[in-house]
T-cell receptor, first 111, second 115 residues
Framework: KQEVTQIPAALSVPEGENLVLNCSFTDSAIYNLQWFRQDPGKGLTSLLL?????REQTSGRLNASLDKSSGRSTLYIAASQPGDSATYLC??????????FGEGTQLTVNP | NAGVTQTPKFQVLKTGQSMTLQCAQDMNHNSMYWYRQDPGMGLRLIYYSASEGTTDKGEVPNGYNVSRLNKREFSLRLESAAPSQTSVYFC??????????????FGQGTRLTVV
């Protein structure tokens, strides 16, 4: 059974700091890995998707990497802003188009 | 272009009552999903429908039933609500097919409390 773990569970940083969120998964037989953002009381918004054959994806200040063999992904946020405060979740796609989610990292960026 | 629409947004039920959560997508995607989100547990898959006319159990299907009414609509029914079903429920759809998913879209969620 695929299990996805995110560390840390919560993170608080001052504005402007670069930061890294971690995601690990137990079964490397994945099609892709996605990072999502969830604001309080809202649904999930897809940020980045990395196919299993790729090593990284970038969107603006966000960079996600994938090391499928070791079962790890990181989400790097450069020059963090208070507007980046949210919960970040990673999910892997396995057979049957099923997504397995981690518990999320709650990020607070302080002005 | 609404994307994924869930109704209702909030609901309070008494133990033993039944209700149906509605979900509709206007993106012409084949697959649709129901998740529940509980504190510290991430999102867990309840049921999914890979295409119109098919449904399959996910990780936590007990106490729920689903109906894929047509390509647009996928409903989740609680026949006899229990306090353990207090949660936030999300409907989702994926662009692409197995192995070539390109993006996931989520509704805004239904916050359900069973007392």
């Amino acid at each position: 059974k695929q299990e996805v773990t995110q560390i840390p569970a919560a993170l608080s940083v001052p504005e402007g700091e670069n930061l890294v969120l971690n995601c690990s998964f137990t079964d490397s037989a994945i099609y892709n890995l996605q990072w999502f953002r969830q604001d309080p009381g809202k649904g999930l918004t897809s940020l980045l998707l990395i196919q299993s054959s790729q090593r990284e994806q970038t969107s603006g200040r966000l960079n996600a990497s994938l090391d499928k063999s070791s079962g790890r992904s990181t989400l790097y946020i450069a020059a963090s802003q208070p507007g980046d405060s949210a919960t970040y979740l990673c999910a892997v796609e396995t057979s049957g188009s099923r997504l397995t989610f981690g518990e999320g990292t709650q990020l607070t960026v302080n002005p | 272009n609404a994307g994924v629409t869930q109704t209702p947004k909030f609901q309070v039920l008494k133990t033993g009552q039944s209700m149906t959560l509605q979900c509709a997508q206007d993106m012409n995607h084949n697959s649709m999903y129901w998740y529940r989100q509980d504190p510290g547990m991430g999102l867990r898959l309840i049921y999914y429908s890979a295409s119109e006319g098919t449904t399959d159990k996910g990780e936590v299907p007990n106490g729920y039933n689903v109906s894929r009414l047509n390509k647009r609509e996928f409903s989740l029914r609680l026949e006899s609500a229990a306090p353990s079903q207090t949660s936030v429920y999300f409907c989702a759809t994926l662009r692409g097919s197995e192995g070539s998913i390109t993006e996931a879209f989520f509704g805004q969620g239904t916050r359900l409390t069973v007392v």
